[in-house]
């Protein structure tokens, strides 16, 4: 599988924006980018995906570069309920077995 | 609204003695996966059943067992828990295997712990 390289930790400021990178230099042409998040004491939630087309929905936007090889989740305005740990997983889109694999994730933190 | 449940949140057994964790889900997914999460580490799959069909993960120990009588319910049975086996189980479910266009829907988890 295409693996995804994330920083192991952030900061952010509440109510500023936050972006958290990813590469995935070895995507291919047929793999989503989907994101994750795990607020503490939870289960993982969805966050978003795309495949080259930058997204937007109420939670966040996805930034994907032109070339595929790294994307940003951008959350517009921080706030406390928004610390956890974020994921970047790349999905197969012809891979019929395909799963999500998790990897080490990003550590958001936010300062009040 | 329609989720994914996991009971209990909270689970201590004996080392050595079975323990079962239960999953339930309102989606009416096909799919249903389980998930181990040590401390401090990543969720880890250990098998998804898509409706019936049971599909195992290569690392998984042999411990680890999953039964699925019918599409809203999933259970894991840990045979002879370990101390290495303390950590948070989670179960997720996804409408079909391998859509990547579809999002897995995660439960809270049940921890584990064992004496």
């Known amino acids: 599988d295409a693996k995804t390289t994330q920083p192991n930790s952030m900061e952010s400021n509440e109510e500023e924006p936050v972006h958290l990178p990813c590469n995935h230099s070895?995507?291919?042409?047929?793999?989503?980018i989907h994101w994750y998040r795990q607020l503490p004491s939870q289960g993982p939630e969805y966050v978003i995906h795309?495949?080259?087309s930058n997204v937007n929905n109420r939670m966040a936007s996805l930034a994907i570069a032109e070339d595929r090889k790294s994307s940003t989740l951008i959350l517009h305005r921080a706030t406390l309920r928004d610390a956890a740990v974020y994921y970047c997983?790349?999905?197969?889109?012809?891979?019929?077995?395909?799963?999500?694999?998790f990897g080490k994730g990003t550590r958001l933190h936010i300062l009040p | 609204d329609a989720m994914v449940i996991q009971n209990p949140r909270y689970q201590v057994t004996q080392f050595g003695k079975p323990v079962t964790l239960s999953c339930s889900q309102t989606?009416?997914?096909?799919?249903m996966y389980w998930y181990q999460q040590k401390s401090s580490q990543a969720p880890k799959l250990l098998f998804h059943?898509?409706?019936?069909?049971?599909?195992n993960e290569a690392d998984t120990p042999d411990n680890f067992q999953s039964r699925r009588p019918n599409t809203s319910f999933c259970f894991l049975d840990i045979r002879s828990p370990g101390l290495g086996d303390a950590a948070m189980y989670l179960c997720?479910?996804?409408?079909?295997?391998?859509?990547?266009?579809?999002?897995?829907?995660f439960g809270d988890g049940t921890r584990l712990s064992i004496l």
């Open positions: 997720a479910t996804s409408r079909d295997p391998g859509d990547s266009n579809q999002p897995q829907h």
């Open positions: 070895t995507i291919s042409g047929t793999d989503y």
């Open positions: 795309g495949l080259t």
């Open positions: 997983i790349l999905r197969d889109e012809w891979n019929r077995d395909d799963k999500i694999i």
């Open positions: 989606l009416n997914h096909n799919v």
């Open positions: 059943y898509y409706d019936k069909d049971f599909n």
